[in-house]
């Protein structure tokens, strides 16, 4: 037999790890590949840190409703929260305190607008803080939608260049075409790796979200109402200063 068709017909050692799919895979398929984990990384990242957000947010809106309804003075309660960046149910507590206290130290306001005022501050701030706890929220979505088409990309890319091979080496043998098959499927595997997460994750810190919008919201309905009251009361009487939170 002709030495040549002796090397042509020696079959070729293909490595079937993952990191071997990887290495062997073409050069787009790579990029795809390294793009994929970085995003799945990304992902993770951000899913770790909204959940530790989450929890002392929460923790937070459990201390302050403690201390805000053990009939402490409104205005000691906002003092100690002036020197903080107060977030949660402190900002929202703080901005309508804040628009309080400039309405009755100023002059020539109407103080009948006062608790629409105070409803316009607290809209404002609640919408400021869902903001910041859906910040990055949307890279999530993003990754979760993207990801098995960008894999799905990387993988017809591979299947192009395997097809090509195999016409090129004139060989439709099953371990000819498997190996070069199996590393363009890694780059869908990677993207749904990397997707499937993102998605849950996605959801339920969505539903986390809502739940603390909720919160705020059911807050600032109760301080808008106990506000209104002493403002009717305030009046009344001639003081311009809230006395507790009951």
């Known amino acids: 037999m002709n030495p040549a068709d002796v090397a042509q017909a020696a079959p070729v050692v293909h490595d079937m790890s993952l990191f071997g799919l990887f290495w062997q895979a073409h050069f787009v398929v790579k990029l795809v590949m390294v793009g994929l984990l970085a995003a799945s990384v990304w992902c993770w990242a951000i899913i770790v840190d909204k959940t530790l957000l989450y929890t002392r947010t929460k923790r937070a809106m459990d201390r302050f409703e403690e201390v805000f309804w053990s009939g402490q003075s409104l205005e000691e309660l906002y003092r100690s ?10 900002a ?27 409803d316009k501050v607290l809209d404002v701030t609640i919408q ?21 088409y960008i894999g799905l990309f990387g993988t017809v890319i591979g299947i192009m260049n395997s097809f090509t091979s195999i016409a090129a080496s004139k060989n439709t043998s099953l371990a000819v075409v498997a190996p070069g098959i199996a590393e363009a499927l890694f780059a869908t595997a990677i993207g749904l790796f990397a997707a499937i997460p993102a998605v849950l994750a996605y959801n339920k810190l969505q539903s986390e979200v809502g739940k603390l919008q909720s919160r705020l919201e059911g807050f600032a309905d109760e301080f808008s109402a106990i506000l209104s009251r002493q403002i009717d009361e305030r009046m ?7 006395a507790n939170a009951a």
């Not at 929260?81 to 402190?90: F, V």
Request: glycine share 10%.
């Open 81 to 90: 929260l002036q020197s903080r960046t107060p977030t949660g149910l402190s």
């Open 236 to 242: 009344g009487h001639g003081t311009h200063h809230p």
């Open 92 to 118: 929202v507590f703080v901005a309508a305190m804040r628009e309080w206290k400039r309405s009755f130290e100023g002059s020539g306001r109407s103080f009948q607008s006062l608790p629409q005022r105070i």
């Open 128 to 148: 400021r803080e869902v903001e910041r706890l859906n910040a990055r929220l949307t890279v999530l979505a993003s990754i979760g939608s993207a990801g098995p």
